[in-house]
Structure formats: structure tokens, C-alpha cells
């Protein structure tokens, strides 16, 4: 009987192996669509691919043309469709062509994940029919999008605060400078929402609701001096901005002097967007690595990711004076467990006139020990040199920077650290020049 034993354990492992290619077979077939499917290559001229089809459930049609005329095309790991699987963030580099500018590098953005571009969709069923899935085009109708219609002369602080961001507490003023500056219409300049067609007004409303960096980039283009990536268009789902360079991470073991020049920088744009001429006050709310980028030519530090700015009106808040407008408000240091976390009151950005929350921001997320990314510690200015280390300014600078021990103690060190590392900047240019 023993002598049979073996004969059944091989029968037996002959009709599993038998079932696991029937299992794998049946399997196969019912995805034969998608095993084809990442195989296919992107292509930015399939109109489902950039989601135009899901207009004006979309982020604008003004780069459409070139799309569809081959003008803008991927880079070589972008075609491949497989390997969307690890572009989670759905950021894509490109080529785009013009006859008289020749070839450049562009950045192509979907604005949010695959999840979360699913989500707007189930969220404008909902606001239209209650239900998670509809008719997605027929829904845009049936939204606020739509029903803010032309015979509304301005988009009002009342009718988008808190949508995001960028209007968690809108000016008039403001909203006026969204409106006028929109680049995904043909009549741009005019401030009245009589001017945009219902498509165009549809898309800029869903727009801010869902992801209002293209129109952050767009109201305070590079163009003027602000320090953001450049806006050039849309089509669908898919935004072009230009490419800045390499992201700032890349820069972590830089040669010193490089750092010291990019950590000025950084400190200068965060005292730009506290402190300008425009009297609006941009609060980056996310800060890391990630969201800057450095020019390969110039050096400059760009920011990249625009998504959560905040935006004050510091001329609206002096009019408005709500309680303790005029006290200076300071940003509170808190140990995280997380990767570039921050601490931070959205009411109190928006009804203070003085802010340290932009150096709070750099100082912690960036510079400092406390700055923590990709399993390092130690920040963009770790591992100074000896006579640095030794001379101990530089680290009581970042220390006050980022947990103040004073009393408005980091508002005197964000300005005196900006002086120090001008002057150490100087230094080492003027060294390189002899």
C-alpha cells in the first residue's frame, strides 16, 4: 500500500499544477484589456489619455492644439504605459517644439494622483446628483460651477471662500486677479466673469475647488518676478508648466558654497512672499525637497509645487481689522514624527498683517537639524565647515529660526540669517574669483 503513496502524491500534484494554469488562464483572459493596455503607449493626442474628454470637467483646452499637432511629446519612459504604476504623482517630462523657439523641456501635470482625479469626478456627482457616478459632463451643469453664471459681474469672496487654499480667505481684490489674469480663455485682462464663456468659467471654478496651482502660477507669474514655475497651458487634465531643472533634493551633498547660495535663496523667496509690494502675503503650506527646483544655468531656486498657497490681503486685513491684527503672530515649533510636517493656524495667516510662518517654514522643513527627508536629517546647511562649526552663529541663527527661545525671536533671526549667508555667499564667490 505504501508502494502507491507515491503514484497519488504525483497525480495529485500533476492536477494542481493543472488548476493553477487553468486559474491563471481564466484570469488572463478576463484582463486581457488591461495586460494589452500597459503595453500601449501614452499618447498625448488620445483624447481619453489627457482627459479631455471629461471637459469642462477639466483644467482648460488653450494647449489642445499642440497637443493634438504632435508639438508636445514624451520623453521615453513617459510612453510607456507600464510604468505609470510607479508615476504615482502623475508628473511627466516632455518635449515641446515651436518653429521659431526650437525644442524645449516642459513638465506635464496631471494635478493630483489617480485616486484623487477619481474623487473630483465622484465629488461632482455627488454636488449634481448625490451619487458617486454620473454623467460626468451633464453633472458639471448641475453644480455651483455652472450656476455662477455671466450675468454675475464678479466671482465674490462669499460665493468661493474656503473652496481651497488659495481662497481659504479671499479679497475681492484677489479674486479680481485670478479672474483678470486666467490664461485658459482668449479674452484674458478683464475681470468680469461676463467675459469668460460657460465652459471657460466652469473650468476655472473647478479649477480652484480642486487644485488651484495653475492658477496661483498664472496670477503671480515668474514673468513679474515671483518665484514659481511658468504656466503655458492645458488640455483636459493634463497642465504644462515649464521645466525649472534638477529638484532641490539633489543638491543634499552639494559642494558647500552651493548650499550656503541655495539656502540664501530660500530664505530671500520666503521673505518675498511674506513681504511685498503687492501687499499679498503667499504662505506656503507644504515645504519640502520636493517642491523646489534649481536651474541649471542661472542656479535659481524655483518652486515647483504651488498647490497650497495660502493667500492673504494684508490691504484687506489693515481695512477689515479683525481682534489682534496688528500683533505679530508667531508660528509654533512642534516635534513631528513625519517628513516635512508644519505647524500652522489658517485663521491666524489670514487676519494678522505680520506673519513668520514663511521662515518658520524654510527654517524647519529645509535648513536646520530639525529639517528631516528621505531618512536624513540635518537639513540643506548640515556638515558646515570647521571654522563655521566652531564660530557657533550659524547654528544659534537656525536654532532661533526654527524654536525661537524670544519672543519674536525668529522674525529677527530669519533677518539676521539672510544677512549671514548673503555675506557668506559673497564670500565664496569672491574667493572663486581670484
Not at 511627466?92 to 513638465?107: H, K, M, N, S
Not at 497650497?308 to 516635534?335: C, G, H, M, T
Request: proline share 4%; hydrophobic share 40%.
Amino acid at each position: 500500500m505504501l508502494r502507491f503513496l507515491p503514484l497519488k502524491l504525483g497525480r495529485l500534484y500533476r492536477c494542481l499544477k493543472l488548476l493553477l494554469v487553468l486559474g491563471l488562464s481564466v484570469i488572463l483572459l478576463m484582463n486581457t484589456h488591461n495586460l494589452f493596455a500597459s503595453f500601449q503607449k501614452n499618447e498625448l493626442t488620445d483624447r481619453r489619455f489627457i482627459n479631455l474628454n471629461k471637459c469642462p470637467a477639466c483644467f482648460g483646452t488653450s494647449w489642445c492644439r499642440k497637443f493634438m499637432n504632435g508639438q508636445v511629446s514624451f520623453e521615453t519612459w513617459g510612453r510607456l504605459r507600464f510604468l505609470d504604476v510607479f508615476n504615482v504623482k502623475n508628473v511627466y517630462f516632455a518635449q515641446y517644439g515651436e518653429p521659431r523657439e526650437g525644442t524645449r523641456r516642459v513638465v506635464l501635470k496631471r494635478l493630483g494622483s489617480n485616486q484623487e482625479l477619481a474623487e473630483i469626478d465622484q465629488k461632482i456627482c455627488k454636488r449634481a446628483t448625490g451619487r458617486p457616478r454620473c454623467d460626468l459632463i451633464q453633472a458639471m451643469y448641475k453644480t455651483e460651477f455652472a450656476r455662477i453664471n455671466g450675468d454675475v459681474r464678479l466671482l465674490t469672496p462669499g460665493v468661493v471662500e474656503g473652496w481651497s487654499d488659495l481662497v481659504h480667505c479671499p479679497s475681492q481684490r484677489l479674486l479680481d486677479r485670478v479672474v483678470r489674469r486666467y490664461a485658459e480663455t482668449k479674452d484674458s485682462g478683464s475681470f468680469l466673469l461676463k467675459n469668460l464663456k460657460d465652459t471657460e468659467r466652469m473650468q476655472l471654478l473647478m479649477t480652484l475647488a480642486f487644485n488651484p496651482e495653475p492658477l496661483v502660477l498664472q496670477s503671480f507669474p515668474s514673468d513679474e518676478g515671483w518665484p514659481f514655475a511658468k504656466y503655458l497651458g492645458a488640455c483636459g487634465r493634463m497642465v504644462a508648466v515649464n521645466y525649472v531643472g534638477e529638484e532641490l533634493w539633489s543638491f543634499y551633498n552639494a559642494p558647500w558654497e552651493k548650499r550656503v547660495d541655495l539656502a540664501r535663496q530660500l530664505m530671500d523667496i520666503a521673505e518675498q512672499l511674506t513681504n511685498n509690494d503687492f501687499d499679498f502675503a503667499l504662505y506656503l503650506l507644504d515645504v519640502s525637497f520636493d517642491n523646489f527646483a534649481v536651474g541649471p544655468r542661472d542656479g535659481k531656486v524655483i518652486i515647483v509645487d504651488a498647490e497650497n498657497v495660502l493667500v492673504a490681503d494684508k490691504r484687506q486685513i489693515k481695512q477689515d481689522k479683525p481682534e489682534n491684527y496688528d500683533v505679530w503672530y508667531e508660528s509654533r515649533f512642534e516635534e513631528c514624527d513625519r517628513e516635512a510636517c508644519l505647524s500652522f493656524s489658517k485663521e491666524a495667516l489670514c487676519s494678522r498683517v505680520t506673519v513668520d510662518h514663511n521662515y518658520y517654514a524654510v527654517c524647519q522643513n529645509l535648513l536646520s537639524q530639525y529639517a528631516t527627508w528621505r531618512g536624513t536629517t540635518g537639513g540643506l546647511l548640515h556638515d558646515p565647515p570647521a571654522h563655521i562649526a566652531k564660530d557657533g552663529q550659524l547654528e544659534a541663527l537656525l536654532d532661533e529660526c526654527t524654536k525661537p527661545k524670544k519672543r519674536y525671536g525668529r522674525f529677527q533671526a530669519a533677518k539676521e540669517l539672510r544677512e549671514y549667508l548673503t555675506r557668506l555667499s559673497a564670500a565664496s564667490s569672491s574667493a572663486m574669483a581670484r
